[in-house]
C-alpha cells in the first residue's frame, strides 16, 4: 500500500508540474526536462507513468471535464445547468492550473502529433444533453436545433474565455460570462420562459464548485508536497 501511494504522490506530482509548464508555455514550449525539473522526479519514474509529453497533455485536458460530472449527476437538466457550468468553468479558469492548462492544450490541439477534436465534441454533447432536457420543458425556442446551438455556444464560451485571458488575465471572466448569457438568452428562450434563467449562475452551484475545488488544490498540493520528500 506504502508504495502505490507513493506512486499515486509522484503521479499528482507530475501532472502539476506538466500543468505549470504547460499552462506558461503551451504544449510546444514545455519540455519534459522542465516538468522533471518542476516535478523533482527521475526520468524513470516519469516514463513509469507516462509514455510522452502528449500522454501527460491528454491526462490533462481530461481534468476540466470534472466540472461536469456533479452537474450532470443532479436532476433537473437543461438551459440554467449550462449556464452554470460555464460559470463553474471560469471559475476553475481562474483558480485550477490543471484546468487552465488543459483548455490551453485544447485550443492548441493542432501541436499534437495525433490532434483529435474529442473535448470539444464532448463539451458539445455535454450541452446538446442538457438542451434537449430544456427543449422538453419549452424552454428553447421553435425551430432552434440542439446540436447547432451547443456547438455556437461551446465557441461562444471559447472566444469569451481566451478575450478575458488576453486582456484582463481572467479577472473579469465570470462578468463576461454574465454578458455573453444576457446577449444569447433573448434568442434562444420564449419571452414567457426568460424570467426564469440567471444569466450571473446559480449562487448554490457556485459555492459547490468553489468549495469541491478548494478541496481538491489542497489535496493535490499535500500530494506534492509529499512526492518532492519522498
Given amino acids: 500500500m506504502a508504495r502505490q501511494e507513493r506512486a499515486g504522490r509522484t503521479r499528482a ?6 500543468a505549470e509548464e504547460f499552462d506558461r508555455r503551451g504544449f510546444a514550449g514545455a519540455s519534459l526536462s522542465d516538468i522533471l525539473k518542476r516535478a523533482a522526479v527521475t526520468k524513470g519514474a516519469l516514463y513509469f507513468h507516462f509514455t510522452s509529453k502528449e500522454e501527460i ?44 492548462a488543459g483548455i490551453r492544450l485544447v485550443v492548441e ?12 465534441q464532448q463539451w458539445i454533447a455535454a450541452v446538446e444533453e442538457c438542451l434537449v432536457a430544456a427543449r422538453a420543458k419549452g424552454d428553447l425556442r421553435p425551430g432552434m436545433v440542439s446540436l447547432d446551438v451547443s456547438t455556437f455556444i ?29 446577449i444569447v438568452l433573448p434568442g434562444l428562450v420564449p419571452p414567457r420562459r426568460l424570467a426564469k434563467f440567471r444569466p450571473e449562475g446559480s449562487a448554490a452551484t457556485t459555492t459547490t464548485a468553489t468549495t469541491t475545488t478548494a478541496t481538491a488544490t489542497s489535496a493535490r498540493a499535500t500530494a506534492a508536497k509529499a512526492a518532492t520528500a519522498s
Fill in 13 to 18: 506530482a507530475i501532472i502539476d508540474a506538466a
Fill in 57 to 100: 497533455a491528454r491526462t490533462i485536458i481530461d481534468e476540466q471535464f470534472k466540472v461536469w460530472q456533479p452537474l450532470k449527476d443532479t436532476s433537473g437538466l437543461g438551459l440554467q445547468t449550462v449556464i452554470d457550468m460555464t460559470h463553474d468553468l471560469g471559475g476553475l479558469l481562474q483558480r485550477d492550473t490543471r484546468v487552465r
Fill in 154 to 182: 461551446i465557441s461562444s464560451f471559447t472566444g469569451v474565455q481566451i478575450s478575458s485571458q488576453v486582456l484582463t488575465e481572467r479577472a473579469d471572466i465570470q462578468r463576461r460570462i454574465t454578458s455573453m448569457w444576457e
Fill in 109 to 120: 490541439h493542432g501541436t499534437f502529433n495525433d490532434p483529435a477534436p474529442a473535448a470539444y
